[in-house]
């Protein structure tokens, strides 16, 4: 025979079953997983029924129940991968696209830095592509002036960048689980 606590458990456990079912369908959007964690609740408030103690504060320890419950569920569909052993490639994240315009802005200053004679050659050849032979005849140079030019260029943008570039690498990001 049920104890009159119990009776009133039930009955009360039926009028806000709808404002639970609510919640959960809210939570989870699933008709079906909602009714699930609505029934586990329920039967969890049964059995835990002579945990509460006053029988006006049903609603909110239901709630409290159903709460769990869900969470409960959410930890069963957590994968069973560590975050830590998952290398996370990014192709076009905030911090890959930062890094990229620090590059170039750092390049762009250390071609600021070079002699206009430098510049020419090594925008000439390295960005638009022309042949040493091509380069010569736009600038009415000699071939072996746009070959020293292009080398002292070079070797002016390796020394200039050599700081930036030991910074950069090594760099290596990783996202981490906090639970």
Same mark, same amino acid.
Request: proline share 3%; charged share 25%; net charge positive.
């Given at each position: 025979?049920?104890?009159?606590?119990?009776?009133?458990?039930?009955?009360? +456990?039926?009028?806000?079953?709808?404002?639970? @079912?609510?919640?959960?369908?809210?939570?989870? %959007?699933?008709?079906?997983? =909602? *009714?699930?964690?609505?029934?586990?609740?329920?039967?969890? /408030?049964?059995?835990?029924?002579?945990?509460?103690?006053?029988? !006006?504060?049903? =609603?909110?320890?239901?709630?409290?129940? $159903?709460?769990?419950?869900? +969470?409960?569920?959410?930890? /069963?569909?957590?994968?069973?991968?560590?975050?830590?052993?998952?290398?996370?490639?990014?192709?076009?994240?905030?911090?890959?696209? @930062? #890094?990229?315009?620090?590059? /170039?802005? =750092?390049?762009?200053?250390?071609?600021?830095?070079?002699?206009?004679?430098?510049?020419?050659? $090594?925008? $000439?050849? !390295?960005?638009?592509?022309?042949?040493?032979?091509?380069?010569?005849?736009?600038?009415?140079?000699?071939?072996?002036?746009?070959?020293?030019?292009?080398?002292?260029?070079?070797?002016?943008?390796?020394?200039?960048?050599? /700081?930036?570039? *030991? #910074?950069?690498? %090594?760099?290596?990001?990783?996202?981490?689980?906090?639970?």
């Amino acid at each position: 025979m049920l104890s009159l606590n119990a009776v009133i458990i039930r009955k009360k +456990l039926g009028s806000i079953r709808p404002n639970l @079912y609510r919640m959960a369908y809210a939570w989870c %959007g699933s008709r079906e997983l =909602a *009714d699930d964690l609505v029934q586990e609740t329920i039967v969890k /408030s049964l059995e835990k029924s002579h945990q509460l103690k006053n029988i !006006d504060k049903i =609603a909110p320890w239901c709630y409290r129940i $159903l709460h769990n419950c869900w +969470l409960s569920h959410l930890r /069963s569909l957590k994968p069973d991968v560590d975050i830590d052993d998952v290398v996370l490639i990014c192709e076009d994240c905030p911090e890959k696209s @930062y #890094r990229n315009m620090v590059a /170039s802005e =750092a390049i762009q200053a250390a071609i600021s830095k070079l002699p206009v004679g430098q510049r020419k050659v $090594l925008m $000439l050849i !390295d960005l638009e592509g022309f042949s040493y032979r091509e380069v010569a005849d736009i600038l009415s140079i000699p071939v072996g002036t746009v070959m020293s030019r292009i080398s002292r260029a070079r070797s002016a943008l390796e020394k200039s960048l050599a /700081s930036f570039r *030991d #910074r950069e690498s %090594g760099t290596v990001t990783k996202l981490r689980s906090i639970t």
